[in-house]
DNA sequence: AACGCTAATCTAAACGTTTCGATCGTGTCA
DNA sequence: TGACACGATCGAAACGTTTAGATTAGCGTT
């Protein structure tokens, strides 16, 4: 800037003004200016100015896992949105462990982001503390945080696995297995809740040896699904709490020698492009990315535009089941909807 | 810093001499420099240093699509490879579009960004001017640019197609159907000699009727392949040189009432972790991502440690035919080598 | 006792912006 | 004609660091 002031003969003062609008300069020292900036070839240095203005335009934005289709949809929006509002993203992975997730926040931090948002990993972490201290603005994603009161976006998850629970049961299915991760973060909790509830509704039993845990991973749904279906008195469906583990649970039914859905029904959470047309189509919970996205992002733009003393906003969605040919019918109920 | 500064009673270079270890300090201030460090709560300010030292310890990283897996694992793999290095990272969406992605890289450039991998999208823009500043290490990802003389990591797309295409000459097809994308992109390009490399070899035509553009979407796909299996004399195989296109080829081929791999054998680019469960089991050639990634990342981090003026390296890796069952053997072979 | 050496600490300039307040013509009005 | 307002421009401080070079104190040598 020093340079292009030199050029033009005038003051840098006169160039930030031109640039930025912030003051009237004459068409002459406009043209002058102007001219300068394009044979120096001249590039405002955006973080000199961010230390000035203590903005950056920059959020940060953290995921447990970038590889999830879930998380990779709903990072896609947010991406647009703060785009057209002229911010950058920083993005990090968590890898599902707080102390990634610290020190992920705690980088962001440091370079100043104006923003975060967060689908949270664990219990506990910095998380609240950065939250109370106000400085800057968060907004949580899929995964609500007990102490942590702030603008949050999450599914009704317990109703959604409640819906998809009910239409096994209604199916004829008596005995569900279920595949959760830790309930460490909220979904899981909730989406159990939602299994339990359903089981309930109908007189059902939850029984432990129906439940078992992964870390999300899909080795983590083939040993769960193994371990389900070698009992005495095998599940005839299962429902999996978590996208990569139902490819798990797809892999361990198959080597176990049985196949989906004659033999074992499959239904799990989360959307694929996919499931449409490749056998079996899976019976999934499908939640609305484009609308989750956009309402962090609206949820954060509107802070960081400047309304930041009104009370945190939490926003549930409503997930959507969609029924495809992953699960049968049992019993009596077989004869007339069989597909 | 000041307040730190003020309340150990020393001076701020002082406290900076000690949190950045470049000159010793005595135990007793360090003591105290420790002590209102705590007390304050104090945190370095990466801008303010980025400013004066002219590096951020961040890189930009642009790819065409988040939402494909492909780029999705190796964006995870460059994650993690510059998180251990101590880097962040600014991810960049350019949606396929040329003028996005200009406007990215000037965007990442004015935040002081020390380096920058592109998966690079259609030709020109402004990427080979800033390759040739020399400023900025650049590594091409994926995709190689003409005229552009810097690091790459590129598939030998030629030979991978090659090989896929005579697998499907070997099992008895004559009439290919290929979807492919614009041939701006060296992948595209590359793997459309491919294709024409296998004809040749086994001495059958390339034809026109045979060839369709799509640009990268499902959509594209499903239309590419209603026109491919409208035709009177319809291909008995159909090859898709890029994964989100697939599939909308599947979809095609159920919305037209056949199946695959009964009535069209299809195979495609870039694998998928549910590849080896769902039906029919896509015959894929799989990307070495992990390599690609760390290749990338490697290359980068090198120059970033100050090897500036090594000649470009350009690193080409082998991918891999993953032979599952969604193309059958056609005629006489298919006595003996139908699954 | 004067000197030099070393280690510890400090002062102040710099990085590239933004912005407040000052300055300087110029034209208007009483 | 003098006072005044106004528009255009500028000088300089500030943002929070790093760092070169100055300063100081302590200590062993001669």
Redesign the pocket.
């Known amino acids: ?2 340079h292009v ?1 030199e050029a033009a ?9 031109l ?2 609008g ?5 068409p ?3 043209l002058r200016i102007e001219q300068a900036i394009r044979d120096i070839g ?4 955006a ?3 961010s ?4 903005t950056t335009r920059t959020i940060g934005l953290t995921v447990p896992h970038i590889t999830n289709p879930f998380f990779t949809d709903v990072v896609s929006v947010i991406q647009q949105a703060f785009d057209r509002a002229g911010y950058a993203v920083m993005l990090c992975c968590t890898d599902e462990d707080l102390n990634t997730q610290d020190e992920q926040i705690r980088l962001l931090l440091d370079r100043m982001v104006d923003g975060l948002i967060v689908a949270r990993v664990g219990g506990g972490g910095i998380l609240k503390g950065i939250v109370d201290d106000a400085n800057v603005p968060v907004v949580l994603l899929d995964r609500v945080c007990e102490g942590v009161d702030t603008d949050t976006v999450v599914l009704d998850n317990q109703r959604a696995v409640f819906d998809a629970i009910t239409y096994l049961i209604n199916l004829g299915h008596r005995r569900i297995g279920y595949i959760t991760g830790s309930f460490d973060i909220s979904p899981m909790h909730d989406r159990m809740a939602g299994y339990r509830e359903a089981l309930h509704a109908a007189g059902l039993p939850v029984e432990n040896d129906l439940v078992r845990f992964g870390n999300f991973h899909e080795v983590d749904g083939y040993n769960a699904t193994m371990q389900l279906l070698s009992q005495h008195d095998r599940p005839s469906a299962i429902f999996s709490a978590n996208n990569p583990m139902v490819i798990g649970t797809m892999k361990a039914i198959r080597d176990i020698g049985l196949s989906c859905p004659e033999d074992v029904s499959v239904a799990c959470f989360d959307d694929f492009p996919w499931s449409d047309v490749f056998q079996p189509q899976l019976t999934t919970v499908a939640q609305p990315v484009q609308a989750i996205g956009e309402q962090a992002a609206n949820l954060l733009l509107d802070r960081l535009a400047g309304n930041r003393d009104a009370p945190p906003r939490k926003l549930t969605l409503k997930g959507r089941l969609m029924i495809r040919n992953s699960c049968r019918p049992l019993g009596a109920i077989a004869q007339t909807a069989s597909v």
């Open positions: 800037m020093l002031a003969r005038v003051s840098v003062a006169t160039v930030s003004a640039i930025n912030t003051a009237t300069v004459s002459e020292l406009s001249y590039k405002r240095n973080i000199a100015r230390l000035k203005m203590g």
